[in-house]
């Protein structure tokens, strides 16, 4: 303990530790309780509870067939029983699992290097399904190709690049409804959920239904017609069962709060499914299971990613890129800011107007990174959920974010082990992870009608329609037609005729408490106008993390520091002992 205790001061006392705002640096707003190797094993913790992404990405995007091409027939109108077309579609996800750890590592690293903040970031979940299966289409089934929809997505990131510097995007973050932005995350849960339970990159509890639209599904595959819809043997297949325990794993190893438990969860059963001579076998004796089988076996490997990389298309004389764009500017301001503004807000970064710290930076590294994962071709990248992970385990620098980094660089060369991760190992994350993001639904304000079904319609209409833009507009449309609607009749009855405001949530009067312009452009008025002194901190404010946050325990993590008796209400204290 004693050398753990000189390398921490040791750090906190460099340049090091001053970069970082680590405790004892004397730099400017120290980061409370944090230690160098606190931060460690708190970038650890989050890669190892976001490493699925690397195949859960790969899978999904995969799933658009990339730069594949098949000509569908009456018989087979995805290509699903084109050996060939499903060898290239192999290839594709080769290349995918590489450009997946190699996009999550160098975006991670910029945003623990310049933004500071523990933020793991790579390819979204929901981004990724919606890059996939509403923009191109399974297996290219959608009005734009894959070489188009990355190019839309390399663009997407330049525009918001300068929507960054200009400070449009922090603007949004702070003028969207506090229970809309709320229920975005839930609503992108539910939406994870709904494609974990279904059998293309999930654990086949579902299928479709010509009636009923989704219905009880786990039937073996050649019970599958070519709708998807079960013919026979309804919760028969036993991949299915073994995606329900891998679900069933993942929670009791959450509830004892073991270390990587989706990521433990996942190898467990991806390992009971590597041996050829099983029922629940991902190398089946056929063509394409021999392909998959013959790469599995080289385990070390560094995949040349022919199929992906610079794939783009910038064929702006067609409409398709021009749909693929707006399409992706509106997803991605409205999920990616709301994304990262609920994770910097879990973390206590968040101040009372709604905006974060370093939220410049982190929206600009935000924006590079998306340009970034198109040239290797990937859908938007987005700071992770499960980064809470390693808030929780007391990471608050950039210094877990670097080692989420480290991580994803280890996990380049074993490319034909993450490559043999099968949906049913997979599909239980997204179903847990849903899990994670809906939890925050009971912040939303229920007490408000203006506020809670706007709110409500925002986390439904997601999974419903299978979209995530769909549910964020329906969300807006429905919170300005109704409150519009009582701010109208309150003003034109000179207040007569108005609702119990006592509940509303006045979300308006912190988003607009502080200059909406950004600081540079302050700066440079500031010059023109022969001003010495500038404030560069005047934003700052007071954050969540100076009177909100919980503080831990720099021994044990999991330990909660009360504060003292006379400051807190001895019934909310006796309240958290109970929990514990």
Known sequence: MRFFDSLNQKVAHSPVGRYFQLEGSGAYRERKGTLFTTEIRAGLTTFFAMAYIISVNASIISDSGGTCVCTPTADDPTCDLNADYMACVYQTKLDLIMATSIISMIASFMMGLFANLPLGLAPGMGLNAYFTYTVVGYHGSGKVSYQTALGAVFIEGLIFLVLSIFGIRQWLARVIPMSIKIAMGCGIGLYLCFIGTQASAGIGLVSGDAATLVTLGGCPPAAVDANGVCQYGHMTNPTMYMGILGLLLMAIMMLYRVRGSILLAIVFIAITSWPRNSAITYFPYTETGDTMFNYFKQVVSVHNMTHTL???????????????????????????????????????????????????????????????????????????????????????????????????????????????????????????????????????????????????????????????????????????????????????????????????????????????????????????????????????????????????????????????????????????????
Not at 355 to 381: K, L, N, P, Q, Y
């Open 310 to 580: 610079g794939k783009m298309s910038f064929d702006l004389t067609g409409k398709d890129l021009w749909i693929a764009l707006i399409t992706f500017l509106y997803v991605d301001i409205l999920d990616t800011t709301g994304t990262m503004y609920s994770m910097a807000k879990y973390g206590g970064f968040t101040n009372r107007n709604g905006d974060f710290e370093r939220s410049t930076i982190a929206f600009m590294t935000d924006a590079i990174t998306i340009t970034i994962g198109a040239c290797f071709g990937s859908s938007s990248c987005t700071a992770f959920v499960e980064s809470g992970a390693g808030i929780a385990e007391g990471g608050r620098t950039g210094i877990t974010a670097i080692t989420i980094a480290f991580g994803f660089f280890v996990t380049i060369f074993f490319s034909p082990i993450f490559a043999s991760f099968p949906p049913w190992a997979t599909g239980p994350a997204l179903i847990i992870v849903g899990s994670m993001m809906t939890s925050s639904v009971r912040n939303i304000n229920w007490d408000y009608p203006g506020d809670a079904i706007p709110a409500f319609i925002t986390l439904a209409i997601m999974p419903f329609t299978y979209s995530i833009a769909y549910g964020v507009i329906g969300g807006i449309l429905s919170y300005i037609v109704i409150n519009g609607f009582v701010y109208f009749m309150d003003k034109a009855s000179r207040g007569y005729v108005r609702p119990d405001y006592s509940a509303r949530e006045e979300w308006w009067i912190d988003a607009f408490s502080t200059s909406m312009t950004p600081l540079w452009i302050r700066y440079l008025i500031a010059k023109s106008r022969g001003e010495k002194d500038f404030d560069w901190h005047q934003d700052d404010g007071e954050y969540d993390e100076d009177d909100d946050a919980p503080e831990y325990d720099h021994e044990d993590p999991n330990v909660i520091v009360v504060p003292a008796a006379s400051d807190v209400d001895s019934e909310a204290v006796d309240k958290e002992k109970t929990l514990y």
